[in-house]
């Protein structure tokens, strides 16, 4: 992949398709996967195809970008809110997410999505998916993988919306998330979006 210049050593070892499927109780599902690969894309595709799934919408200290509104992408809150949500146990999970801001899961509506025998789907990064196995054991964890490296690389440099030093950091990340695959229930790899929500309908059942 040198082409891009970033990728300081080789480039790392893609997971293959692969899947176990859940059918417990308890429906919550964690989608994670690195920078750029199109968890977003593919969790609105599958959720415009099944709207009766609950997508939990995290909570961030990150500032929005142009195209994010505040409410529907994340809620966007000061370092001081985040505070208080944690100390108020309000976050199912949180973590420190490339190095920079806070992400976490506001804990209700998680809790009241599995209340209600509705599916729930948490799209967060590799941490925080471990936080969860602790919390819910039962959910389904998916790993969504890219074709290749460099189509990551290529993607997380063709949407623009990073700096060259926040893509070389959010590279990184994806190096470790990329080694760690293994411990997620399932790979499913976003080649195209409907492919991957194809992957995902039969996964989890749907
Ligand atoms: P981005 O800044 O590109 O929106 O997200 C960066 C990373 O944060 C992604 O890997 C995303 O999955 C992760 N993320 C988003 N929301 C949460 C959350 O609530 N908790 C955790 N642990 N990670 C999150």
Redesign the pocket.
């Known amino acids: 992949m040198g082409d891009y210049g970033i990728a300081m050593s080789s480039d790392p070892v893609i997971p293959q398709a692969r899947g176990i499927r859940r059918n417990g109780p308890v429906k919550v599902v964690v989608v994670?996967?690195?920078?750029a690969v199109g968890?977003?894309t593919v969790v609105s595709a599958l959720s415009r195809k099944h709207p009766e799934i609950v997508i939990?919408r995290?909570?961030?200290t990150?500032p929005p970008r142009p195209t994010e509104r505040d409410g529907i992408?994340?809620d966007f809150i000061t370092p001081e809110q985040f505070d208080d949500l944690v100390d108020g146990d309000g976050l199912l999970?949180?973590?420190v997410?490339?190095n920079s801001?806070r992400?976490?899961?506001p804990r209700k509506p998680v809790e009241k999505a599995v209340a209600d025998g509705r599916t729930v789907i948490?799209?967060?990064?590799l941490?925080?998916?471990r936080?969860v196995r602790k919390t819910y054991p039962q959910a389904t964890q998916v790993f969504l993988a890219p074709p290749s490296w460099d189509e990551l690389v290529h993607r997380l440099i063709g949407r623009g919306t990073e700096t060259p030093e926040e893509q070389e950091r959010r590279l990184q990340t994806a190096r470790v998330e990329l080694a760690n695959a293994d411990e997620f229930d399932a790979v499913v790899v976003n080649d195209t979006v409907d492919h991957a929500v194809a992957s995902l309908v039969e996964l989890l059942s749907l």
Request: glycine residues 14%.
């Open positions: 994670s996967g690195p920078t968890k977003g939990s995290s909570v961030t990150r992408d994340y999970e949180w973590a997410v490339h801001h992400y976490g899961t948490l799209e967060i990064d941490q925080g998916a936080q």
